[in-house]
């Protein structure tokens, strides 16, 4: 079964035309993708490709500063229509380019939470040396409840399974220290509910709290914390690792010496560039919807936007919604209806 992935194209920094291309690329691996933008502009680039199509949708909300106002009086959006076509059956996941407010707005709204979770979070593979590890939330809710951040674990790993391919997933809880003590009175709930629940999972390892530092070190598959803690993070490693490399451009060049060295290395820091390389884990994933979605970066180029198009694909064609639920479902960890309140007895009647 060809799975078809509903692309909005509004928000890249390079234009829509940058995202065609990259539709372009993951079309040729077998995946239908409906691009959504201005037609004109996207017809240039698809040209009458096979496995693209073009729906005319010029109107963009990316930028907007109330995305869920933009999203309910602007129905006609790109944005809108690209979330809508996977709520309508028309395509399997979406794909919104550099736009997470309105992206997860229009989510809500058309998608619609998945029975049982508590609020939908935005799950990134950080970009590091070696194996990945996935940061959940990283901006889609700025303060979370305990509950939240234990289902949060569930969708983390579950996305390590489907997408990343990792067999049995190694759960942290980031903290400010490795004892189940340390952190928020919060955190240490979380710690307490986890490690009771995941004490003999099949398919995922409660490995305890980590540290800041250990979002590096490989000691963990998946890291959950709130998302005002996640995006904090986040862009501080981003910013680390521009220094990083823009410092070792800048050491290669400063003198003939270190320039020869630099040749040297030049292969050895290529591959080391890529593996930091943000647009190698294809953006955000935005995890707790009835249906998967992603958000690339604004600033990707075609690259990031094909490997978007295609893990998304990857995890609708893997059910990875579904085995979020049924990992939750069996943890006991979905949201419970509230009960129904008893209607009062009728009086009866005198005689």
Known sequence: MTVTVAVDTTGADLGPAE????ALIAARRGVAVRLYGPAAELLAVVDGASGVEVIDAPLSIAKA???AAAVRGNPDASIVQTVRAVAKGEADTFVVAGATGPALAAGLMHVRRARG???PA???????PGSPVTLVDVGANVESRPDHLVQFGFM???LAR???GIERPRLALLSNGEEPTKGTPDV???HATLRDRLADHPHIRFVGNVEGKDLTAGVADVVVTDGFTGNVALKLMEGVSQSVVSGVRSAAMSSPVAMLGGLLLRRSLGRFKASIDPERSGGAYLLGLKSLG????GRFSRDGFAQAILLAAQGAERSVTDLIHADLEAAGALRRAPAAVAAPPADRATS
């Open 156 to 158: 983390g790993a579950a």
């Open 19 to 22: 995202v065609a291309a990259g």
């Open 122 to 128: 935005l799950a990134l593979p950080l970009p590091t």
């Open 117 to 119: 979770i508590h609020r």
């Open 294 to 297: 992603v958000v690339p970066h």
């Open 65 to 67: 500063p109330d995305p």
């Open 188 to 190: 240490v709930e979380v």
């Open 162 to 164: 489907t997408v990343l």
